[in-house]
């Protein structure tokens, strides 16, 4: 690994990510040698599939301290690891594969962010840099090496793909729970963090409220944000579903779903004014059968009456008044 000085440039990178990383866009003057202490054996992360997840392991407020923090060096790209705070779980083969021919032609323009773990380097920022440069063929990339504790770490993960909008909606909702609950985050302290409002922070973390079936359909864009939204206003998770693949499958519009959902809740409303009218029927009849039967034994009936089926209960105070009850019964049967 060898080191490139640094002479610093401005570039907009957003106040949470510029705020974070403490230095902008860099330059390359000419090498030196590398400090010992740096070299590390990390072996080769695969170069497609997901990236390994954040474990739930204690969170560090606090980073190790490192030398030189701001140079570029150049480090064998065998000796960096996926970061355990990323966001992204999922890598496009295609736009990898886009990626890796525009470094074949122009080299990486701006450095992989890392951060040492133990005896090994992390990537806090730039893992698509680093996959695509091994699809390129590349022995070697351009890093900053920082002290980022495993709050700055996963700040900066999530405000690097959100910026360049690099995650889908649930891998974004995701990065905000884990700021929310990991580090008691308001939406109004993540939304200032990534750079966009509130409403738009909440809405995105609503998302998590769907199914299962219905974020994948989100993830793998068969289903837009918009209609998503839509769905969110539906209160029953099976309509949900229902409507879910209904956009699906015939690639109806958000316009269109919310006219559905609106139809879907009238129906249910409808149904659910009928079952209850049904239901005040039923009641009011069961409750005038109790009454005769009441006169006739002399003593508290209960009719408990659902779906045809049912049992009646007769009250009685004292071994004489049962013994008056069956007997009336038995009278009864005999006319």
């Given at each position: 690994?060898?080191?490139?000085?640094?002479?610093?440039?401005?570039?907009?990178?957003?106040?949470?990510?510029?705020?974070?990383?403490?230095?902008n866009?860099?330059?390359?003057?000419?090498?030196?040698?590398?400090?010992?202490?740096?070299?590390?054996?990390?072996?080769m992360?695969?170069?497609?599939?997901?990236?390994?997840?954040?474990?739930?392991?204690?969170?560090?407020t606090?980073?190790?301290?490192?030398?030189?923090?701001g140079?570029?060096?150049?480090?064998?790209?065998?000796?960096?690891?996926?970061?355990?705070?990323?966001?992204?779980?999922?890598?496009e083969?295609?736009?990898?594969?886009e990626?890796?021919?525009?470094?074949?032609?122009?080299?990486?323009?701006?450095?992989?962010?890392?951060?040492?773990?133990?005896?090994?380097?992390?990537?806090?920022?730039?893992?698509?840099?680093?996959?695509?440069?091994?699809m390129?063929?590349?022995h070697?990339?351009?890093?900053?090496?920082?002290?980022?504790?495993?709050?700055?770490?996963?700040?900066?993960?999530?405000?690097?793909?959100?910026?360049?909008?690099?995650?889908?909606?649930?891998?974004?909702?995701?990065?905000?729970?884990?700021?929310?609950?990991?580090?008691?985050?308001?939406?109004?302290?993540?939304?200032?963090?990534?750079?966009?409002d509130?409403?738009?922070?909440?809405?995105?973390?609503?998302?998590?409220?769907?199914?299962?079936?219905?974020?994948?359909?989100?993830?793998?864009?068969?289903?837009?944000?918009?209609?998503?939204?839509?769905?969110?206003?539906?209160?029953?998770?099976?309509?949900?579903?229902?409507?879910?693949?209904?956009?699906?499958?015939?690639?109806?519009?958000?316009?269109?779903?919310?006219?559905?959902?609106k139809?879907?809740s009238?129906?249910?409303?409808?149904?659910?004014?009928?079952?209850?009218v049904?239901l005040?029927?039923?009641?009011?009849l069961?409750?005038g059968?109790?009454?005769?039967?009441?006169?006739?034994?002399?003593?508290?009936?209960?009719?408990?009456?659902?779906?045809?089926?049912?049992?009646?209960?007769?009250?009685f105070?004292?071994?004489?008044?049962?013994?008056?009850?069956?007997?009336?019964?038995?009278?009864?049967?005999?006319?």
């Open positions: 690994m060898s080191e490139v000085s640094v002479e610093k440039q401005k570039r907009g990178l957003g106040r949470g990510l510029g705020s974070l990383l403490g230095t866009n860099t330059q390359a003057n000419a090498p030196t040698t590398a400090p010992s202490n740096f070299k590390t054996n990390s072996p992360a695969p170069t497609s599939g997901k990236p390994e997840l954040a474990k739930s392991a204690p969170v560090t606090t980073a190790p301290q490192v030398l030189s923090e140079k570029i060096w150049q480090m064998s790209i065998e000796k960096l690891k996926p970061g355990a705070f990323q966001p992204r779980r999922t890598f083969k295609e736009k990898l594969q990626l890796s021919q525009s470094i074949k032609s122009n080299g990486i323009l701006q450095p992989i962010i890392v951060r040492k773990v133990g005896e090994g380097f992390e990537i806090v920022a730039g893992e698509r840099r680093w996959r695509a440069s091994q390129a063929g590349l070697e990339v351009p890093v900053i090496i920082k002290n980022f504790s495993d709050r700055e770490t996963l700040e900066l993960s999530i405000i690097e793909n959100v910026q360049r909008e690099d995650l889908n909606p649930i891998e974004e909702a995701d990065g905000y729970q884990r700021l929310q609950s990991e580090f008691t985050l308001s939406h109004q302290q993540i939304a200032e963090k990534v750079g966009k509130r409403a738009t922070v909440s809405n995105a973390l609503r998302l998590l409220q769907l199914p299962k079936e219905i974020k994948e359909m989100l993830v793998n864009s068969d289903i837009s944000t918009g209609h998503a939204k839509v769905l969110l206003s539906v209160d029953d998770q099976k309509k949900q579903l229902e409507l879910a693949k209904i956009v699906r499958d015939e690639h109806i519009s958000v316009r269109k779903l919310e006219g559905l959902a139809k879907k009238t129906d249910s409303n409808d149904s659910s004014a009928k079952q209850d049904d005040s029927v039923t009641n009011r069961m409750a059968l109790a009454d005769e039967l009441q006169k006739l034994l002399g003593t508290k009936v209960n009719i408990d009456y659902h779906n045809s089926k049912g049992k009646i209960s007769i009250a105070y004292s071994d004489e008044e049962l013994s008056q009850l069956i007997d009336k019964i038995k009278e009864g049967c005999q006319q």
